[in-house]
């Protein structure tokens, strides 16, 4: 018990600098005091990069094209914190047409839509990965990612939306369907005083045809890991060389 009491009060004297959603693995920064938590921030705009792994789902058919044509930069618009009373809170991705404020029937919020960005750097065919059963219909790839962007579950939206959900991730799998997403969106819009629309009606994008709920929260981790910080300013760190940060083997690469 005294290891635990001794680990926790040096837990609550540490600063969180850097966090990752709660089913992704990796790297986390953390300091000691606030002065440096406050240089790190400052940091961040363009001096630290950050790079990310995932495992995703491609279709088979023609899946070499479908993978060349995410290379490189990706940028979509999303709402964030978008919430409907049957769904957990989630990141939607948007048409690029939606920049006006978007007001959350179920919540009372007015959101905006942001811009997300970030590079896929690589990608290479995986024969399978560790306790996952791909289905016959696709195929593996896991992607070499830089965040530009930043966003609350961005990395999961955008390739999502794209059309690759993260493995394991059953809150996005089910918004790669474009009309799901615009669905949730129109749902979430709409008056609460419109004849169509009562407040009371589950939205019917929340379940599937057999009444299963959709897009809920995975029990365990997903096939996404960040795996390397690189500052071009070490001096945060004590170095007067670039600093560069890396994350072990992730949870799919296990014997």
């Not at 986390?28 to 363009?46: D, Q, Y």
């Not at 979509?76 to 959350?104: E, Q, S, W």
Request: proline share 5%.
């Amino acid at each position: 018990a005294s290891h635990v009491d001794a680990a926790r009060v040096a837990m609550e004297s540490l600063f969180v600098t850097t966090r990752i959603d709660h089913p992704t693995e990796g790297l986390v920064i953390i300091g000691k005091n606030s002065k440096f938590v406050g240089r790190f921030n400052a940091s961040m705009n363009g001096r630290i990069q950050k790079w990310y792994r995932a495992a995703v789902l491609v279709p088979k058919d023609n899946h070499d094209a479908r993978i060349r044509d995410i290379l490189g930069d990706m940028t979509h618009r999303a709402v964030m914190n978008f919430k409907l009373k049957d769904l957990p809170y989630l990141t939607l991705i948007v048409d690029d047409g939606v920049m006006g404020p978007v007001p959350m029937r179920d919540t009372g919020k007015v959101l905006q839509s942001v811009e997300c960005r970030m590079i896929v750097h690589g990608a290479n065919e995986l024969d399978g990965i560790r306790e996952y059963i791909c289905p016959d219909t696709h195929v593996i790839y896991e992607l070499d990612i830089e965040l530009l962007t930043g966003r609350t579950h961005q990395i999961r939206a955008q390739l999502s939306a794209a059309g690759f959900p993260i493995i394991r991730d059953s809150l996005y799998a089910p918004l790669t369907s474009e009309s799901v997403r615009q669905g949730l969106l129109s749902y979430a819009r709409q008056p609460d005083d419109d004849a169509e629309y009562k407040s009371d009606d589950e939205c019917q994008y929340v379940r599937d045809e057999h009444g299963r709920r959709l897009a809920e929260e995975p029990e365990g981790a997903i096939a996404l890991q960040a795996y390397q910080l690189y500052a071009h300013d070490g001096s945060i760190f004590g170095s007067s060389e670039p600093v560069t940060f890396q994350a072990g083997h992730p949870w799919w690469h296990s014997a």
